[in-house]
C-alpha cells in the first residue's frame, strides 16, 4: 500500500522557521516527482515546490528565496525560512510519475502567527 506521511507543521512565528519532512512508503519514491503544495483557507491549492527524479526544480515565485526542497531516497523535505503570515496553510505532499496513479499525503498544517 502506497503511502506519504507529512510531519513537520506547527505553529512559528513570523520570521521562523520549520522543516517539513514527506516519507513515501510502497513504491519506488526515487522514481517520481516529489512535491510539496499548499492551500490557505477559502483559497485553492497550489504548488509550492517539487523535485523531479533527475533533481529538476520547480518553486512558486512567492517562495523562492525562503523555500528549499530536498529528497533523500524516498524522503522529501521543505526547508521554510523567513516564514510570513501568508504561509500560514496546510502543506501536501504529492508524489507522480507518468503512467502511474498520483499519491497524496494527508497533509500538515503550518500556522505563521505571533
Known amino acids: 500500500q502506497v503511502q506519504l506521511v507529512e510531519s513537520g507543521g506547527g505553529l512559528v512565528q513570523p520570521g521562523g522557521s520549520l522543516r517539513l519532512s514527506c516519507e513515501g512508503s510502497g513504491s519506488i519514491f526515487s522514481l517520481y516527482t516529489m512535491g510539496w503544495y499548499r492551500q490557505a483557507p477559502g483559497k485553492q491549492r497550489e504548488l509550492v515546490a517539487s523535485v523531479s527524479r533527475s533533481g529538476d526544480l520547480n518553486v512558486a515565485d512567492s517562495v523562492k528565496g525562503r523555500f528549499t526542497i530536498s529528497r533523500d531516497k524516498n524522503t522529501v523535505y521543505l526547508q521554510m525560512n523567513s516564514l510570513k503570515s501568508e504561509d500560514t496553510a496546510v502543506y501536501y505532499c504529492?508524489?507522480?510519475?507518468?503512467?502511474?496513479?498520483?499519491?497524496w499525503g494527508r497533509g500538515t498544517q503550518v500556522t505563521v502567527s505571533s
Open positions: 504529492k508524489a507522480e510519475r507518468r503512467g502511474r496513479p498520483t499519491h
